[in-house]
Structures are given as C-alpha cells and as structure tokens.
Nanobody, 126 residues
C-alpha cells in the first residue's frame, strides 16, 4: 500500500488542523493506521492509531482529548483531527499502516508499521 499524507500547515496556538492519509494500491481496510510525529532534534514518536474497522483507537497521553483519529475505508483515507494545538505539537507528521495485529502498547512502536507515507509539516506558532 502507498500512503500520502497531507493537510499540514502553519496555525496559531489554539487552532485546528486536519491531516489526511490517502492510501492506494491495496484494500485500505486490510490495514490498521497510525500517526507519528518528529519534532526537530527529537526522535519520532507515536501520536495515535486506529484499527482496521475504525472501532478501536489509541492515543499518546500528550494528545488525548485534543486529537481524534478516524478513517473512511470507502474513501481509502485516514484522518487526524488536531484541535487546541500547542507550539509543542510542531513536528513533521507521518502516517503509517500495518497488517500486524498489535497490543495497545506495541502500537506505539515504529517497527510495527511496514508502510510509511512522506511527512507533512505542522507548525504551531505561539
């Protein structure tokens, strides 16, 4: 499966953005989807994950209550709605996909995801 992330941009603190992850090449519903981010000078970190059906979601503590992950299997697209953005959310955001079924803890691990899109830059100004 090929993944294409989009929707990043520059936003003021407190604002919102919605990222999209468009999939092509294989049946999207075969894959669980995750979002990760990498801030300058830091390692890439887990943000959120969603199961194949969309029925189960998992979030990093730092974004709980502010970010919402979702998917539309009919449109072959995953989403990350980001509200109440903070300057510390500034990063390159990546979407990833996996066929492996992982525990909630292992969903945070990059190695669990075999397919990655290019990143999209999110910049939050104070």
């Amino acid at each position: 499966v090929q993944l294409q992330a989009s929707g990043g941009g520059l936003v003021q603190a407190g604002g919102s953005l919605r990222l999209s992850c468009a999939a092509s090449g294989r049946t999207f519903s075969m894959y669980a989807v995750g979002w990760f981010r990498q801030a300058p000078g830091k390692t890439r970190e887990f943000v959120a994950a969603i199961s194949r059906s969309g029925g189960t979601t998992n979030y990093a503590d730092s974004v709980k209550g502010r970010f919402t992950i979702s998917r539309d299997n009919a449109e072959n697209t995953g989403y990350l709605q980001m509200n109440s953005l903070k300057p510390e959310d500034t990063a390159v955001y990546y979407c990833a996909a996996r066929t492996a079924i992982l525990t909630a803890a292992l969903e945070h691990e990059e190695w669990g995801y075999a397919y990655w899109g290019q990143g999209t830059q999110v910049t939050v100004s104070s």
